[in-house]
């Protein structure tokens, strides 16, 4: 492998993958930096069905048609009410939205990326960017080898932590403080294949089900009020018998519950998406809350936007970045808004910590 590229990519999930694929169509050089030597087990995740043009323009859209991935047509909430509410997706345009196994959507990713001929660093750990007047230069390493990578690019692909933009002392602004508790659970026979969510008082349930009678189960709350791990297990199964609905649906073991992990699942953002010569995409640059259904989609979007951008800058088109800042901030305009009205909705626990503070937040957004 060369050290000499146009374009480094550091982070290999859905936005650093769609970068690649993006910037393949252009023949650009470039590499993939990544500190996992393989594709690691992640939440689940849906797509919704209005997700399908952008897969489609990418050229991943057959990557659905596999048995992992399970077509779904409709989510059921509570949420605002103690109405349960059904919406269907069987009447849109883009009928059924999918499922994802993330873990095996994003091996498909890499097995593309693969397939062109990009330079692929995996295991290797970022160290430090240079950001030099005419190239930007990253130091990589794995075990005992280092390695000096040189570009006139480098895209931030790492997620929330956003580690390029962190070693060039660009900072992400933490908008709120809202936290989720994750754990998978076997259940005892299939259930429906729909996204389940339920508002209760101290957050909201989020189930999502895989191939197999596996489900992904997530709480969200605020990190004010996350018990101690020795407390954790009282703490979830307390959240879990205030729902209506969703405790029909799972009775979690034991090992199940103390199986979990945390992790941040508020707004994040920097104060601009892109720098002289470098570029974020997906959480690295706007991290959503997962109620909004952003998610996988707007990684992949952002990737594939932030794949053209370079590509024109490479050009010589000078106001590229700029009309990328354009399509960020824009969608995160109509999130934010989108944002305000979900959480205004649950009116239900005017005394809850939760929904005091997080209508709080989301309004000061």
């Given at each position: 492998m060369q050290n000499s590229y146009q374009v480094i990519i550091v982070g290999a999930g859905p936005a650093g993958l769609a970068s690649s694929l993006t910037l393949s169509t252009y023949n650009i050089p470039h590499c993939i930096v990544d500190a996992n030597t393989n594709s690691v087990l992640k939440l689940g995740d849906s797509l919704p069905p209005n997700a399908k043009p952008l897969l489609k323009q990418l050229g991943i859209l057959h990557l659905l048609i596999s048995p992992e991935h399970i077509p779904y047509y409709g989510n059921k909430s509570i949420w605002g009410t103690n109405e349960v509410h059904q919406k269907e997706f069987i009447?849109?345009?883009y009928g059924s939205g999918f499922l994802l196994d993330?873990?095996?959507f994003e091996n498909q990713l890499r097995g593309l990326v693969k397939k062109n001929r990009t330079d692929f660093y995996?295991?290797?750990q970022l160290k430090k960017v240079y950001n030099h007047?005419?190239?930007?230069e990253a130091l990589i390493q794995?075990?005992?080898e280092s390695l000096h990578l040189k570009a006139k690019f480098i895209i931030d692909a790492t997620g929330r932590k956003a580690s390029v933009c962190r070693h060039l002392g660009v900072l992400k602004h933490n908008l709120d403080t809202q936290f989720t508790v994750s754990f998978w659970h076997q259940t005892a026979k299939k259930i429906p294949r729909q996204i389940w969510i339920e508002a209760t008082e101290n957050g909201w349930w989020y189930l999502s089900p895989k191939a197999t009678n596996e489900v992904n189960c997530m709480f969200f709350t605020l990190?004010?009020?996350?018990p101690s791990r020795k407390e954790m297990f009282t703490f979830l199964t307390k959240e879990l018998q205030k729902t209506q609905d969703i405790k029909t649906i799972i009775q979690p073991t034991d090992i199940e519950f103390n199986d979990y992990k945390i992790m941040a699942s508020g707004t994040s953002c920097l104060e601009k998406p892109f720098g002289e010569n470098w570029l974020a995409v997906g959480d690295a640059a706007f991290s959503y809350d997962p109620i909004s259904s952003y998610g996988i989609t707007s990684a992949?979007?952002?990737?594939?936007?932030g794949g053209h951008a370079i590509a024109a800058r490479l050009k010589d088109e000078e106001d590229a970045f700029i009309t990328y800042r354009y399509i960020i901030e824009n969608g995160a305009k109509s999130y934010l808004n989108k944002l305000e009205h979900q959480y205004n909705m649950e009116q239900r626990w005017p005394k809850s910590f939760y929904w005091k503070n997080r209508?709080?937040?989301v309004s000061l957004v």
């Open positions: 009447e849109g345009v993330r873990l095996h995996q295991g290797y007047e005419q190239f930007v794995k075990d005992t990190k004010d009020l996350l992949l979007a952002s990737g594939f936007y209508l709080k937040q």
